[in-house]
Nanobody
């Protein structure tokens, strides 16, 4: 079983930046698509970004495209989310997740495609 631990959240003002990290332990994640989801207050969990196992493909929600960048360092078993030009609507708990199967890319925008989740890190953006 893989354990995922997110860090890097906090309170920032609109327009500022944050970088989230997700450290995996217990199992390597190098063969798995990894993703970030978020859950705004009172709303459903939503897809933010995903990166393929080989770092050759990425996907982003339209709401963050051009502002957020997902990356990974397989040697460190770590995934990152660089968030620039933050907006108040980016306020949410951000979760790191690992896809169900190795080498899976189809369906990666759905939370049902993931079986491992971190505990989440809070990001609050003030206006």
């Amino acid at each position: 079983q893989v354990q995922l631990v997110e860090s890097g959240g906090g309170l920032v003002q609109a327009g500022e930046s944050l970088t989230l990290s997700c450290a995996a332990s217990g199992r390597t994640v190098s063969s798995y698509t990894m993703a970030w989801f978020r859950q705004p207050p009172g709303k459903e969990r939503e897809f933010v970004a995903a990166i393929s196992w080989s770092d050759t493909a990425t996907a982003y929600a339209d709401s963050v495209k051009g502002r957020f960048t997902i990356s990974r360092e397989n040697a460190k078993n770590t995934v990152y989310l660089q968030m620039n030009s933050l907006k108040p609507e980016d306020t949410a708990v951000y979760y790191c997740s690992r896809v169900l199967q190795a080498f899976k890319w189809l369906g990666i925008r759905s939370p049902e495609s993931y079986d491992s989740w971190g505990q989440g890190t809070q990001v609050t953006v003030s206006s």
